[in-house]
């Protein structure tokens, strides 16, 4: 078994609500069990700049209330190519790191499981990012943050939907998933849910709300996930709008709005959670695992499991309940 003296930690991809709880978890318990801790600034990109930052306890100060992420993040094409990896390795050896915690998502993965493979480096991934797209984890870092940030959305475009009698089709992120866009649609009160992982005819959508109208709605929303099939919510309203033209119709695309903020008390708990467990697994010798919220016990997941395995995170209550509740 290796030991290890200095763990880098980094994060990587887009940022998430909850990562510099992480951040403070992985450096706090590092300290406490005698290790040193190397911050590592823009992920990957870091790597290969060797822009490191010793860590003590007082650089995570006052932080775990932070959106955003202290150590900056980047998506960083040149760590894929094997000449970037080489001279990130060179880098993080001839600064003393011996094993690695990484905090993003899909791709912070990847690349972390090409790294490992390639060169003895321990490697621990904490799944951090607004989507909660990944395997091996019940939620992911700033998901609940992210969900809540939209569900103070739509509450106040409810105000204005309400006040006018319109239509307004809310854009939201969440890349290939449709987890914020189910949950805080049904926190909000959505008439109908358009999902990436359930296609939704436009002319069945038409039917959807001529329902709701014929029944004297005053106001109607319409979320749509980014990741959905029908090109985004213009697209969508622009077709509805050709055939059903009874509401004043509005779009409102939330953006990287949902990324930021501070962080709700449940991803500053399972931040500290996770980054607690990426910390003892790498001192017990583990390597290429990720850590996860299964149930509500902190689980590990091979990273070849986590990468190989896509979870279909969206249960048939939650959708059948989408739209009951929207009758
Ligand atoms: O993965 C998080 C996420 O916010 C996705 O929901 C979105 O598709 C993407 O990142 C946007 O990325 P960027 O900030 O690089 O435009």
Redesign the pocket.
């Given at each position: 078994m290796n030991t290890i003296h200095n763990i880098g930690v980094f994060t990587s991809?887009?940022?998430?609500p909850g990562m510099n709880a992480c951040i403070r978890a992985v450096v706090r318990t590092a300290l406490f069990e005698g290790k040193r801790v190397t911050g590592i600034h823009q992920g990957y990109q870091g790597m290969l700049d060797a822009n490191f930052t010793e860590m003590n306890s007082r650089s995570v100060s006052n932080i775990i209330q932070k959106g955003g992420t202290i150590l900056k993040t980047a998506?960083c094409l040149e760590f894929k190519t094997p000449e970037g990896r080489a001279l990130a390795y060179q880098n993080i050896k001839n600064a003393g790191i011996d094993g690695l915690v990484a905090i993003g998502?899909?791709g912070t993965f990847t690349g972390a499981d090409y790294f490992s493979k390639e060169y003895d480096i321990p490697v621990i991934c904490v799944p951090g990012?607004?989507?909660n797209?990944l395997y091996g984890s019940d939620y992911t870092l700033g998901y609940d943050t992210?969900t809540n940030t939209v569900i103070d959305a739509i509450d106040k475009i409810r105000d204005t939907a309400a006040s006018h009698g319109r239509l307004f089709f809310i854009e939201v992120?969440?890349?290939d998933?449709g987890c914020?866009a189910l949950n805080a649609g049904i926190a909000g009160g959505a008439e109908a849910i358009m999902l990436p992982e359930k296609e939704t005819a436009i002319d069945d959508l038409i039917e959807l709300l001529e329902k709701a109208a014929f029944k004297q709605k005053t106001s109607t929303i319409v979320i749509v996930a980014?990741?959905e099939k029908n090109g985004g919510a213009y697209n969508v309203a622009n077709r509805v709008k050709e055939k059903f033209d009874y509401y004043d119709t509005k779009v409102s695309i939330l953006g990287?709005l949902?990324?930021g903020g501070s962080p709700s008390s449940f991803d500053r708990v399972l931040a500290s959670r996770m980054g607690y467990a990426a910390v003892k697994c790498l001192l017990a010798g583990d390597t290429r695992m990720t850590v996860g919220l299964r149930g509500n016990e902190i689980k590990t997941t091979s990273l070849e499991e986590a990468l190989h395995n896509k979870e279909f995170k969206l249960s048939k209550d939650m959708l059948e309940i989408s739209h009951i509740m929207a009758i």
């Open positions: 991809g887009g940022d998430a998506r998502g899909d990012t607004i989507d797209d992210a992120m969440g890349r998933s914020i980014e990741g990287h949902q990324r």
